[in-house]
C-alpha cells in the first residue's frame, strides 16, 4: 500500500510529489532537527555535513530546495552555493549563526533566497521551506503564461514573461525573490510600502520578526539595479522611484 504524508496544513502528498529538500549542516543536533520536521511535514530529506558532499549530493539527487549553514567544514556555505546554482538552479535558504548584514548580502549575492539567524525556531523555517517552494511554483507558471509587453520606467525594464530586468539596456541577474520584489514595488511605482505589506505579498510570511529580510533584500536589489531608485520612508517601507513625467 502506497504511503502518504500529511502536512501542517493538510495537503497530502505520495511519495512520487514529495519535494526534496538537502539540509546541509555540520552540527549533528541541529541538522537532526530540521530533517525530523520536514519529514514530518512531508518532505523528503537528505543531509550533508560539509562542503565536498554538498556539492556532490547536489548533484546527484538534485533537490529541489537547499538548506545550507554558512560555516562549513571544506569549503563554506558560500562557495556550496556558488557551484550549486551553476550547476542548475535551486531555491536557496542560508542559515547563518551570525547576525551579520555582510554575511547576509553576500549570501544573496551568490543566489541564496532567502536567510534566517541562528537560533531560529523550527515552525518558522518550515514556514519559509513553503514559502520558497510556492514562489518556484509561481514563476514557473509565470514563465508558462506569456504576457504581453515590457514594463518601462525610465531606464529600468522589467519582462513579466522572461523574468528579465535590464538597466540602460543591459541585463541584470536577480534571483527569483529580488525579482519579485521588485516587481511588487513596480506594481506601484512611488508608492511607499510597508516591510510588513512586502513580507506578506512577496513572501507570504505575515510575522514582523522577518521584516530585517526585506531590508537585506532590498540593499542587494539596490546594488543591482542602483540605490537611487528605491526610497527609504524610515520608519514605514520603501518605495520605487519612477522619472518625472
Keep these: 500500500m502506497e504511503q502518504t504524508h500529511t502536512s501542517h496544513n493538510g495537503t497530502t502528498a505520495t511519495p512520487g510529489a514529495q519535494r526534496r529538500v538537502l539540509v546541509v549542516e555540520d552540527d549533528p543536533t541541529i541538522v537532526d532537527a530540521i530533517a525530523a520536521r520536514l519529514r514530518a511535514e512531508g518532505f523528503l530529506v537528505q543531509t550533508a555535513g560539509d562542503g565536498p558532499a554538498a556539492v556532490d549530493t547536489a548533484e546527484a539527487?538534485?533537490?529541489?530546495?537547499?538548506?545550507?549553514?554558512?560555516?562549513?567544514?571544506?569549503?563554506?556555505?558560500?562557495?556550496?552555493c556558488r557551484r550549486v546554482q551553476a550547476q542548475r538552479p535551486v531555491p536557496v535558504l542560508m542559515l547563518t549563526?551570525?547576525?551579520?548584514?555582510?554575511?547576509m548580502l553576500v549570501g544573496l549575492g551568490v543566489g541564496a533566497d532567502d536567510y534566517?539567524?541562528?537560533?531560529?525556531?523550527?515552525?518558522?523555517?518550515?514556514?519559509?521551506?513553503?514559502?520558497?517552494?510556492?514562489?518556484?511554483?509561481?514563476?514557473?507558471?509565470?514563465a508558462a503564461t506569456p504576457r504581453s509587453g515590457i514594463l518601462r520606467?525610465?531606464?529600468?525594464?522589467?519582462?513579466?514573461?522572461q523574468r528579465r530586468v535590464r538597466v540602460r539596456s543591459e541585463d541584470v541577474h536577480l534571483t527569483p525573490t529580488e525579482f519579485d520584489l521588485l516587481v511588487c514595488l513596480a506594481n506601484?511605482?512611488?508608492?511607499?510600502?510597508?516591510?510588513?505589506?512586502?513580507?506578506?505579498?512577496?513572501?507570504?510570511?505575515?510575522?514582523?520578526?522577518?521584516?530585517?529580510?526585506?531590508?537585506?533584500?532590498?540593499?542587494?536589489?539596490?546594488?543591482?539595479?542602483?540605490?537611487?531608485?528605491?526610497?527609504?520612508?524610515?520608519?514605514?517601507?520603501?518605495?520605487?522611484?519612477?522619472?518625472?513625467?
Design 61 to 80: 539527487w538534485q533537490p529541489d530546495l537547499l538548506i545550507l549553514d554558512i560555516m562549513l567544514p571544506g569549503f563554506d556555505g558560500l562557495e556550496v
Design 97 to 103: 549563526a551570525r547576525d551579520d548584514e555582510t554575511d
Design 116 to 142: 534566517m539567524t541562528k537560533p531560529f525556531s523550527m515552525r518558522e523555517l518550515a514556514a519559509r521551506v513553503h514559502v520558497l517552494l510556492r514562489r518556484v511554483e509561481r514563476a514557473a507558471l509565470a
Design 153 to 161: 520606467l525610465g531606464e529600468l525594464e522589467i519582462d513579466h514573461a
Design 188 to 245: 506601484t511605482p512611488r508608492a511607499v510600502l510597508s516591510r510588513e505589506q512586502l513580507l506578506a505579498e512577496v513572501w507570504d510570511w505575515a510575522d514582523a520578526s522577518g521584516t530585517r529580510t526585506v531590508d537585506s533584500h532590498i540593499k542587494a536589489l539596490r546594488r543591482k539595479i542602483g540605490a537611487e531608485r528605491i526610497r527609504t520612508v524610515h520608519g514605514v517601507g520603501y518605495a520605487l522611484e519612477t522619472p518625472t513625467p
